[in-house]
């Protein structure tokens, strides 16, 4: 393959999941990645359309690591370690999607491991320094993307309650599940349907979360109930915290704290799926609940979870770790 | 007309809308009842088939509603009231679906009016007792029927911890907007969208809720936020409770409290909008929630809105203040 | 286990796919049948709510087929005669649901094997004596069921025009793919989409219902083009018919085809699938086309695809064959 | 307003519709043009995000028609009309969506007006060269799009049999049926449907394909179908041609009548609304049915009902009329 002087050729592992295939597309029209290879085992020589062009999935021992200069390791929880370490090896900066290495899950120094940066550069401007200097990024959960940036300005400013409990109920689309073929999933199964699972401790995005919210110095406890959704994209956070004092004006502590933050939209609406959908963005709002002894916010977040829940900060991380404008090649 | 020395004849004020086309379906399945009229202002005329048989909507005004011995009002809030007077005022029995004279809402004592008991049977057996004995009864709302019952145990026991906050999340099907044609209730505006409404404190239910936690002793406040869900029928509540200490078998305290309730489903699995619809339950579930300071506890609770959220739980209140076995033409 | 006399034990194989499951639920309601056993070879062991009862799935060679007097397959095409056999052998009546024994897929003479009655009641009155006589009867699939039932009434009267084509386009939910775990089935791979499938003359219910036009003397060709919709269940059919002759009043016709018939309906307005989910019937109008050349008539036709469509015929069937009211257990 | 010189002032009337809104937000994002006035009457004053932009919406009246060069009507059927020819008049191109003026509405030189051109440029090169040079054009209707496409080649190479009966059966999303709040179209009333509507003749779109087949020579009859699908956008044709002679490769057949148009897509696989969505374009495949006397094709057309089906194909009129790249400003 050729590529221009100024183009930077790019893997993606496990590119046949509803992730991959994102990544996939976005690189297609990404200004400076070129697609160097895409692995797929079990699709392997099988055809995907992605971004306006086509794609033939390799097997992963068909391919050379060294050819990638970025490489994105879609690969599912517990399988996406070994190649992650294999293609850093081979010299290439690695975004790894999988929970292999974020915080609560592995990457975290009480694993023996050194923690390699997590990847939400909206987080803090030190997260987002540490992804620019990364070689490895362990790329955010779905559910921890919408709920996290919804808290962070809130703690940054001390406002969430020493010791109170925050609640963050979220209802996800069903693309969320993966695309492995199971029974659950199935239309028949799904429509027409909401429920709420991995209800008590059972979701290992509440590890990434409590972890997360530890070391940006929470004193909080975290309820975390995750929902499936009749719909295919997006992800709504519906979060109650509890506040040391009352707030006036919600909307404008979180409009300064991501001020210049291109993808984080503060609305005074209800942000809804619609509105995310496609989007590399996290649209949030808060309002003051009346009626309550303590002072009490309400945040709502929404995101896409293929976009900015996976695929759209993935590629926004590996914007970061090479120098390119962070907004290249993300639909926001 | 004609009836059986055994049938009690029953009117439907309001019968177009969807928990009055539903009330419709049931008296005409019900072994009792028989439908002695049915109003529909802006439909007067024209036919309807519910339950099998075929309805015609009159005008208000043209029926007299001391044929009937039992009358339902689905008419809107604000509506509603003067016509469940004149109704009671004819010597029927009535069944107001309408928020007029509910708990929080104009059915308190601070309104000057004598309360009339709030039709949630399972509420307590006190609640049971007076709708057995009642003129009028203010059927409840949606949103309150799968909520209140999911804490009612809880407070009875004495669990719920004094000044804490209990946090209430739930999603509505699309019906429990009514058939009022609304732009924003398009199909083309709903599907594959959801989306948090009445954020704060603006939704009537809440009201209706804090003042009935408060009569039944709740020493608590009440964070509620509802949700818009892409179906049609179905509520799900995500109810999280800071307890005055552990649980470790929530499941027996609610299979207690309701041990011999036709209506009430207390179940291991975590219940879903498709275990529900088209029945007059409340199905329930509860979790400890792991990895908290103070005790925490995770009620779900499912029901279809136009059932036990409506229509159903009208029928059965009709059901106790006639006499008739509770669960009679109700589908548990 | 023990029977009323009057009971009559009922055996289903392969009951954890959709149509079992929905036999299962109508025997569990059915006044004279009772469920003796459900066989599911793969989650032998598992339990299964349907109709208000549990069952639990046996393994299908741990299951005595003398135990039942009435016989259900529901199991996959090609595995299912081998069971048949052995069930009738065992002294049982058969109601096969898969396409083994179906005119036009091994039912027909040609195949060496005495054909077995089609189990269309509504066909003709032979075909419903031969159902009643039978001890095996092949239960059609759901595309031919709603459109032959809405061609046979103009072929009886000798309406097709000879050697004209009817076009039938028809649309199924996508509980007609069965609940096998399939990609193409998945939630986020169904919703917002609608395609055609098995174009050309793929699709085995083409054969059967150019055979069964065959046997009632049909001599015209059959296109027909089946699509997947968004939806759970329901089949509707467009079928587009060159006449010989004009007609004035085809609602007429079908009406004094159907007439006495419980589960046909004919209507004036266009029938939906709303009309016919989780119902035994066949919901039929006819229009003729302005601004042709030929006499055109527009038949639309709508199921449910596991109840007229699977389940509610084959109990039909069972029905007819022990001399059971036709009607009994079955919602119309 | 400052204008780039190469920039073209557009206004768009009637643009709080679904076909408007989309028009703005194609327009938004065009590399020529810019958005001059977009009027809705009864939004009036209210705000609009579309392609990125805040639009305010004019009441008509307040607008100066002279300050567009082009102008798109998307006006209700009957009211565009009138303001056509004032846009006309006051100098601007002219793109009506509405069917004022298409073929067998009002756009046949039978009604005394001088016809405009049809503005489907993939028609033929005779109908793209009188776009280019016309100032209004009609934009056709969602479903004659993706019907006439579908059938053009075949007539143009004189494969469709004479006097035959073209069966056209459509479905689409319910954004054809606007936004106007209408109790059939909520959602509660759509989803998990699915119908036929306008059946026998009395859909418009029939007109307007009848006397475009006629004017393209053709010497068929046409049945058309239109159904009602529970999804949002999108639509799909399915269409059964009766041929003068069997085709050994229709693939082939349309690839040449279509080499070069960089909006017409030509695939093996059938083609479905998830493929088309948000894309101006018409993919089409063909298959010879088997089994039939007479050589049958059916052909399978999918639009989006909203891009090519109304405001991408408007603006790729406009794109022609203006003598800009046919391809700007529109996602294929």
Redesign the interface.
């Known amino acids: 393959m050729h590529y221009n002087v100024n183009t930077i050729p790019v893997g993606v592992l496990g590119a046949s999941g509803?992730a991959g295939r994102e990544i996939c597309a976005l690189v297609a029209r990404h200004p400076r990645f070129a697609l160097s290879f895409a692995t797929a085992n079990e699709q392997r020589g099988q055809r995907l359309r992605a971004g306006g062009r086509d794609i033939t999935f390799s097997a992963p021992d068909d391919v050379r690591l060294e050819d990638a200069e970025v490489v994105f390791s879609a690969l599912p929880h517990g399988a996406s370690l070994t190649w992650v370490e294999r293609a850093a090896s081979a010299g290439a900066r690695v975004i790894d999607l999988s929970s292999d290495l974020r915080p609560g899950n592995g990457g975290a120094p009480s694993s023996g491991r050194t923690a390699v940066p997590y990847g939400m550069p909206e987080l803090s401007a030190a997260t987002r320094a540490r992804i620019c200097g990364a070689q490895i990024v362990a790329n955010p959960g779905c559910y921890p993307t919408s709920i996290l940036l919804a808290l962070a300005p809130l703690q940054a400013s001390g406002l969430i309650a020493s010791?109170s409990?925050i609640?963050a109920?979220a209802?996800s689309?069903?693309?969320g599940a993966g695309?492995?073929?199971?029974?659950e999933?199935?239309?028949?199964?799904?429509?027409?349907?909401?429920?709420?699972?991995g209800?008590?401790?059972s979701h290992r995005h509440?590890h990434e979360m409590?972890a997360t919210l530890l070391s940006i110095g929470a004193d909080t406890?975290l309820?975390f109930?995750p929902?499936l959704?009749?719909?295919?994209?997006?992800i709504?956070s519906?979060i109650?915290v509890?506040l040391s004092e009352p707030l006036t004006d919600p909307l404008a502590l979180f409009r300064r704290a991501y001020a210049g933050e291109p993808f984080m939209e503060i609305t005074e609406d209800?942000?809804?799926?619609?509105d995310v959908?496609h989007r590399n963005v996290v649209r949030i709002t808060a309002?003051?609940?009346?009626?309550?002894?303590?002072p009490?916010l309400?945040v709502?977040s929404?995101i896409d979870n293929l976009m900015k829940g996976a695929a759209g900060q993935a590629v926004q991380n590996a914007n970061l770790m090479c120098g390119v404008d962070e907004c290249a090649g993300l639909p926001a």
Do not use: W
């Not at 695309?179 to 029974?183: E, L």
């Not at 999933?185 to 699972?197: G, H, P, Q, T």
């Not at 309002?287 to 303590?294: A, I, K, L, S």
């Open positions: 509803y010791g409990t609640v109920n209802a689309g069903v693309s695309n492995a073929p199971k029974r999933l199935l239309f028949a199964e799904v429509s027409d349907d909401y429920r709420a699972y209800v008590g401790n509440l409590r406890d309820v109930t929902h959704l009749p719909v295919s994209r997006g709504l519906t109650t509890t209800q942000p809804s799926l619609r959908v309002t003051m609940v009346d009626g309550t002894r303590q009490t309400l709502t929404a």
